[in-house]
Structure formats: structure tokens, C-alpha cells
């Protein structure tokens, strides 16, 4: 007997309503509370991308890369929902408009990937390792922006590579078909 706790996402009725702009659209950007100004960088300027499509944007709610993405979400009017870790919403960088606290620990990681309808990973550590796991576990498509890479003989289907942030708003669009995409 199989038993599958985490069966892989299928295209839904639900997808068609954010895809018809009937429902938000969640993506989540993960990556490591501590990243390098280049990895900040390039996740405020995913952040401000992420709003421009109307999506909120969902993060672990701490420093780093998931800083530098509410922060340019805020920048131009997007909305943001952090998911903590720990007991204390004061513990949220100072960009999110929403926390969760969970007492989870690391184990949040599957809220933060199970509430996005994508992923995007920047940078990151083994922390964001876990969450690219979860993330395609689950069926979310998974884009990595200067982050960890994949080799296997029979390919990473649903983990696609990006070198700008503009190429992963491309991938998402792709990936969930979008309205705007090749896809489409």
C-alpha cells in the first residue's frame, strides 16, 4: 500500500480562479537570513517584480533575502505575509504586513513553500535547500536564482534555473500559465 502524505499539485478549478485574477496569487521567495548585497539586491528587486503582478508575497518573515524581498514588495505597493519560525511577531523584519507565528522552528519551511502557488529561491543555505525539497514534494515549480543547482541522469522536472529576476517572473508565468506567457 502506498500512502502519499504530499501528493504532487494538479491543475484545479482553484488554479484557474488566480489565473482568471479571481483569487490572489502567492509566491513565496525563500532564501538565507543571511545573504550577500548582491543576493539583498536582487531579492528587493524580485520583491518589487512579485507585486507588479499583483501577487502577495510570502517569505520566513526574518532578515536576508527574505528582508530584502518584502522590503521591495513594500517599495511599490505590494502586499507581504511573513511565516516565523518562532513565538514572537517582533522577530519579523520591519516589511511584513502579515506574520505567522508557528513555534515551528524549522519545520515552518512547509508553510512558507505550501502557501506560495510558486516558489523562487535566491541564494541560500541548507535551510532553503529544505524548502526547494518541500516545494517540489508538493508540486509547487521551483525557480533558483544564484542558489543551489540539481544534476540528475533523469533531469529536476518543476525546478527551473534563472539568471535575472525578470527570467523567474518569466518561469513563474510559465509555469503556473499565466496570463502574459508563452504558455498562455
Known amino acids: ?31 538565507g537570513g543571511r545573504c550577500t548585497a548582491p543576493q539583498y539586491a536582487m531579492a528587493e528587486h524580485l520583491g518589487r517584480l512579485v507585486a507588479g503582478l499583483g501577487a502577495v508575497l510570502v517569505c520566513g518573515g526574518l532578515g536576508g533575502v527574505m528582508e530584502g524581498a518584502g ?3 513594500k517599495e511599490v505597493g505590494g502586499q507581504t505575509l511573513g511565516i516565523l519560525p518562532g513565538h514572537d511577531r517582533s522577530a ?16 515552518r519551511n512547509l508553510a512558507v513553500v505550501s502557501t506560495g502557488d510558486a516558489v523562487i529561491a535566491v541564494g541560500g543555505e541548507f535551510g532553503t535547500l529544505s524548502e526547494i525539497g518541500l516545494a517540489r514534494k508538493i508540486g509547487r515549480p521551483v525557480v533558483i536564482l544564484d542558489g543551489w543547482r540539481f544534476s540528475r541522469d533523469e533531469g529536476t522536472p518543476g525546478i527551473w534555473y ?17 496570463p502574459g506567457s508563452d504558455s498562455v
Do not use: F
Open 162 to 178: 534563472a539568471e535575472t529576476p525578470e527570467e523567474a517572473i518569466s518561469q513563474i508565468r510559465d509555469a503556473l500559465n499565466l
Open 71 to 73: 522590503r521591495g514588495a
Open 1 to 31: 500500500m502506498t500512502l502519499m502524505l504530499h501528493p504532487p499539485h494538479q491543475s484545479s478549478e482553484e488554479d484557474a480562479d488566480w489565473a482568471a485574477g479571481s483569487r490572489p496569487l502567492y509566491i513565496s521567495v525563500i532564501g
Open 92 to 107: 519579523a523584519n520591519p516589511y511584513m504586513d502579515t506574520v505567522v507565528t508557528t513555534g515551528l522552528g524549522h519545520g
